[in-house]
């Protein structure tokens, strides 16, 4: 009467599998998840985690110091601290190996932060590795309003334009002194850029010299130096830096 049904061969039957409790995942549904194993792995995660933060939140601030949502000071500030944080974890080699480079972590997480990219190459605030002025014209153009002009010297007291002088004089005697690595001549230099900021805001020659500096040690590593070529060329540019200076004092 009726053709007896034949099951495919793909189709499941009650009978297709039989489990192996031997070979079951024996996991607990109740039981927390642990991503590392011990308190080491755990601070490394925790410090990448960091890391990433204050990527996500730098380049955040980036975009509200552009939209002059933020003073200057208030800029300077929460940028200088988020540096020193983003640092202050990669000083650790265990957490810089895990951290490999900022390119390769940001396609590891799918980021993309291109102001905070910018701000980390540079290793400083815009308000300082930029003329003052500088700034404000990114921010007029953004906002529609007009720039001011650049300031001359006069309006500098006189013990700001001595520290400016001491910290260049100061920064040549470590070169000279043989002091060459990163950890030793970028704080240096970068009290160079901040005291003459506060002297000038002109473009005086020589000025790009000191951010190309400062952005080429940001990317070396903490203890790794200068060769005698390097230091040399630094010496001769930053003389000439602090030659076109003291142009602008006159």
Same mark, same amino acid.
């Given at each position: 009467?009726?053709?007896?049904?034949?099951?495919?061969?793909?189709?499941? /039957?009650?009978?297709? &599998? @039989?489990?192996?409790? +031997?070979?079951?995942? %024996?996991?607990?549904?109740?039981?927390?998840?642990?991503? !590392?194993?011990?308190?080491?792995?755990?601070?490394?995660?925790?410090?990448?985690?960091?890391?990433?933060?204050?990527?996500?939140?730098?380049?955040?601030?980036?975009?509200?110091?552009?939209?002059?949502?933020? /003073?200057?000071?208030? &800029? @300077?500030?929460?940028? +200088?601290?988020?540096? %020193?944080?983003?640092?202050?974890?990669?000083?650790?080699? !265990?957490?810089?190996?895990?951290?490999?480079?900022?390119?390769?972590?940001?396609?590891?997480?799918?980021?993309?932060?291109?102001?905070?990219?910018?701000?980390?190459?540079?290793?400083?605030?815009?308000?300082?590795?930029?003329?003052?002025? @500088?700034?404000?014209?990114?921010?007029?153009?953004?906002?529609?309003?007009?720039?001011?002009?650049?300031?001359?010297?006069?309006?500098?007291?006189?013990?700001?334009?001595?520290?400016?002088?001491?910290?260049?004089?100061?920064?040549?005697?470590?070169?000279?002194?043989?002091?060459?690595?990163?950890?030793?001549?970028?704080?240096?230099?970068?009290?160079?850029?901040?005291?003459?900021?506060?002297?000038?805001?002109?473009?005086?020659?020589?000025?790009?010299?000191?951010?190309?500096?400062?952005?080429?040690?940001?990317?070396?590593?903490?203890?790794?130096?200068?060769?005698?070529?390097?230091?040399?060329?630094?010496?001769?540019?930053?003389?000439?830096?602090?030659?076109?200076?003291?142009?602008?004092?006159?």
């Amino acid at each position: 009467m009726y053709a007896t049904s034949r099951q495919l061969p793909y189709a499941p /039957t009650p009978y297709s &599998y @039989t489990p192996n409790p +031997s070979l079951a995942a %024996k996991i607990n549904l109740d039981e927390e998840v642990r991503l !590392t194993s011990n308190p080491a792995e755990r601070d490394i995660y925790d410090s990448l985690a960091e890391i990433y933060s204050v990527i996500v939140t730098l380049d955040g601030l980036e975009k509200s110091y552009i939209k002059d949502s933020i /003073t200057e000071s208030e &800029y @300077t500030e929460t940028c +200088s601290r988020l540096l %020193k944080q983003y640092k202050s974890n990669l000083s650790d080699e !265990t957490v810089s190996r895990a951290f490999v480079d900022l390119e390769t972590f940001k396609r590891i997480w799918d980021m993309e932060c291109p102001r905070a990219t910018e701000r980390l190459r540079v290793g400083l605030p815009a308000t300082i590795s930029h003329a003052s002025t @500088t700034a404000d014209i990114h921010r007029a153009s953004y906002s529609g309003s007009t720039a001011p002009t650049p300031s001359s010297s006069s309006n500098a007291t006189g013990s700001q334009i001595l520290l400016a002088t001491e910290n260049f004089i100061t920064f040549l005697d470590a070169l000279k002194l043989g002091l060459l690595s990163k950890d030793q001549l970028h704080p240096l230099l970068s009290e160079v850029i901040q005291s003459v900021n506060k002297v000038t805001d002109r473009d005086f020659q020589g000025r790009g010299k000191i951010i190309s500096w400062l952005i080429r040690l940001n990317g070396m590593r903490a203890t790794e130096e200068l060769g005698e070529a390097e230091a040399r060329e630094l010496i001769f540019e930053m003389e000439g830096a602090y030659q076109g200076f003291k142009a602008t004092l006159n």
